[in-house]
């Protein structure tokens, strides 16, 4: 792998990460407020209690089983790591840097793959080379904006 391919690695993982994080995070936090919501509906004077224990109770399970919290961290916390690896790699030779990146890849997360194009893309855009990205299936597009991040140049 030579130093451009290590570069363009080292800046397709951070976004990717980037956008996982935000995703996750944005996951997490809307079944957190309709799980709150449902459980003030229950002082409503009309409500549908199975209806709402129902969907209380698939959200809880999602939570558990899922936990997008606690992947959300750990995209953070490799993003946090992508990010200083990123800013500093000019100043690091290149065995150094493979070095780096490859131990900083032991931790990855598990970012979704409908991910992947929309990193890739930004990635692009961020080293000046958007002639070569790729068209976004509907629904990449839709997760990566919900992601925060939809490049387009």
Same mark, same amino acid.
């Given at each position: 792998? &030579?130093?451009?391919?290590?570069?363009?690695?080292? #800046?397709?993982?951070?976004?990717?990460?980037?956008?996982?994080?935000?995703?996750? #995070?944005?996951?997490?936090?809307?079944?957190?407020?309709?799980?709150?919501?449902?459980? @003030?509906?229950?002082?409503?004077?009309?409500? &549908?209690?199975?209806?709402?224990?129902?969907?209380?109770? +698939?959200?809880? +399970?999602?939570?558990? +089983?899922?936990? @997008?919290? $606690?992947?959300?961290?750990?995209?953070?916390?490799?993003?946090?790591?992508?990010?200083?690896?990123?800013? &500093?790699?000019?100043?690091?030779?290149? %065995?150094?840097?493979?070095?780096?990146?490859?131990?900083? $890849? %032991?931790?990855?997360?598990?970012?979704?793959?409908?991910?992947?194009?929309?990193?890739?893309?930004?990635?692009?855009?961020?080293?000046?080379?958007?002639?070569?990205?790729?068209?976004? #299936? +509907?629904? &990449?597009?839709?997760?990566?904006?919900?992601?925060? %991040?939809?490049?387009?140049?």
């Amino acid at each position: 792998m &030579n130093r451009e391919d290590l570069e363009f690695s080292i #800046t397709y993982s951070y976004y990717l990460e980037k956008m996982n994080y935000r995703l996750l #995070t944005r996951i997490d936090k809307l079944i957190t407020l309709i799980l709150i919501v449902l459980g @003030f509906a229950v002082f409503a004077k009309y409500s &549908n209690m199975f209806v709402f224990g129902a969907v209380v109770a +698939v959200l809880s +399970v999602l939570q558990l +089983v899922y936990q @997008f919290a $606690q992947e959300a961290g750990i995209s953070k916390e490799q993003m946090r790591h992508y990010r200083s690896l990123k800013v &500093n790699m000019k100043d690091i030779g290149d %065995d150094e840097l493979r070095q780096r990146f490859a131990k900083i $890849q %032991d931790s990855d997360s598990m970012p979704w793959q409908s991910l992947e194009d929309a990193a890739f893309n930004r990635t692009l855009i961020a080293l000046g080379q958007p002639s070569q990205m790729v068209k976004l #299936t +509907v629904k &990449n597009a839709v997760l990566s904006w919900l992601a925060g %991040d939809l490049p387009k140049h």
